[in-house]
């Protein structure tokens, strides 16, 4: 099979990089609003086994970043999402993770709509995580774009910025 070359338009480059941006975002202003202490990110779910926002907050900027490095090396770019580092500063210390997405943010220039859906995939557990220690989210946080829409709502990532 011969291999296909594939473009994406500018505009739906922008609209990807604003959707992108805007999910790094939800994380980062709940590091600077509702999860306040370190404690926090390393409590253990009760709900979900094993899980901590931590992890899951490692875990979502892994795939952006395993992302931004396969493509800052030479050709040919072999992308792989096996190739993950746990146990990071950032999973424990609030100032490293909000480091992490700033950095991330910085590089961001191309992602893939997989890195998105699935950081909102886990922005999701992270609800459920901070509900267990009553930290009140904001209603959009970790829903995807589309549920949005279909919910007709005007949140962060809702008809006026998509």
């Not at 590091?31 to 409590?43: G, H, R, S, W």
């Not at 997989?114 to 009140?136: G, K, P, Y």
Request: hydrophobic fraction near 45%; proline fraction near 4%.
């Amino acid at each position: 099979m011969a291999a296909t070359s594939h473009t994406i338009s500018d505009s739906a480059l922008s609209r990807l990089h604003l959707v992108a941006s805007t999910v790094l975002l939800q994380a980062v202003d709940m590091l600077n609003t509702q999860v306040t202490e370190d404690a926090q990110l390393v409590y253990s779910s009760k709900h979900i086994p094993g899980s901590t926002i931590g992890k899951h907050l490692r875990h979502a900027t892994d795939h952006f970043q395993l992302l931004l490095d396969c493509i800052s090396r030479p050709k040919p770019h072999v992308f792989s999402y096996d190739v993950r580092v746990r146990g990071l500063p950032m999973e424990s210390s609030r100032l490293e993770a909000l480091t992490v997405f700033d950095d991330v943010l910085k590089k961001l220039d191309s992602t893939l709509w997989f890195c998105v859906l699935h950081s909102l995939h886990h922005w999701a557990m992270v609800r459920v995580i901070a509900s267990e220690m009553d930290i009140q989210l904001p209603d959009d946080f970790g829903y995807a774009p589309s549920t949005l829409l279909y919910q007709e709502r005007t949140a962060a990532l809702g008809k006026a910025k998509i």
